[in-house]
T-cell receptor
Framework: DADVTQTPRNRITKTGKRIMLECSQT?????MYWYRQDPGLGLRLIYY???????NKGEISDGYSVSRQAQAKFSLSLESAIPNQTALYFC?????????????FGPGTRLTVL | RKEVEQDPGPFNVPEGATVAFNCTYS??????FFWYRQDCRKEPKLLMS???SGNEDGRFTAQLNRASQYISLLIRDSKLSDSATYLC???????????FGAGTRLFVKA
């Protein structure tokens, strides 16, 4: 079984709809991250969380919100989706070693906003 | 200037070739460095960490040049299966937010 899972894997929605992307991990890591990936722009950090009570904005948090329901679960919401939020979204985890070591990514959610 | 920059490529090389990628970073106090591999439409996976002394794993060699603020990845004896996008990643000082480059695409041809 995958250590980091994401649901749904693919989603097509319409402008203005509320969307939730979910991430679960069995690695026991405290740190969790949400990124979006666009062609030519690489991975950009949306939000990150170091534990259940710690939520931080990344570089492109506008239009997004998150919830850390438990150590193992970190959800990303688009309150009112817009077409430029069409992207590939990745959840990732890492442990507390040093100043941030390897990140483990989920398989991604491909979101299309029409 | 972007915090982490890579040549997007693509690099088209024949099987057996040696190919090298560089990645520059802007924060001279950055602490740790990584190379990730990403296959088409898949998630990134760690290829190797980059240590100050450099490190080698089979056909792959990673090096860090702090003076010039870049890391490099050398792939020897390229295989068809090496075709992928290679992302460099840098952790800034006192920061826990890894910064990724946009990736370099490699195509290895028979």
């Amino acid at each position: 079984d995958a250590d980091v899972t994401q649901t749904p894997r693919n989603r097509i929605t319409k402008t203005g709809k509320r969307i939730m992307l979910e991430c679960s991990q069995t690695k026991g890591h405290d740190r969790m991250y949400w990124y979006r990936q666009d062609p030519g722009l690489g991975l950009r950090l949306i939000y990150y969380s170091f534990d259940v009570k710690d939520i931080n904005k990344g570089e492109i948090s506008d239009g997004y919100s998150v919830s850390r329901q438990a150590q193992a679960k970190f959800s990303l919401s688009l309150e009112s989706a817009i077409p430029n939020q069409t992207a590939l979204y990745f959840c990732a985890t890492s442990d507390l070693t040093g100043q941030g070591g390897e990140q483990f990514f989920g398989p991604g959610t491909r979101l299309t906003v029409l | 200037r972007k915090e982490v920059e890579q040549d997007p490529g693509p690099f088209n090389v024949p099987e057996g070739a040696t190919v090298a990628f560089n990645c520059t970073y802007s924060n001279s106090a950055s602490q740790s460095f990584f190379w990730y591999r990403q296959d088409c439409r898949k998630e990134p996976k760690l290829l190797m960490s980059v240590y100050s002394s450099g490190n080698e794993d089979g056909r792959f060699t990673a090096q860090l040049n702090r003076a010039s603020q870049y890391i490099s990845l050398l792939i020897r004896d390229s295989k068809l299966s090496d075709s992928a996008t290679y992302l460099c990643a840098v952790n800034p000082p006192r920061g826990f937010k890894t910064i990724f480059g946009a990736g370099t695409r490699l195509f290895v041809k028979a």
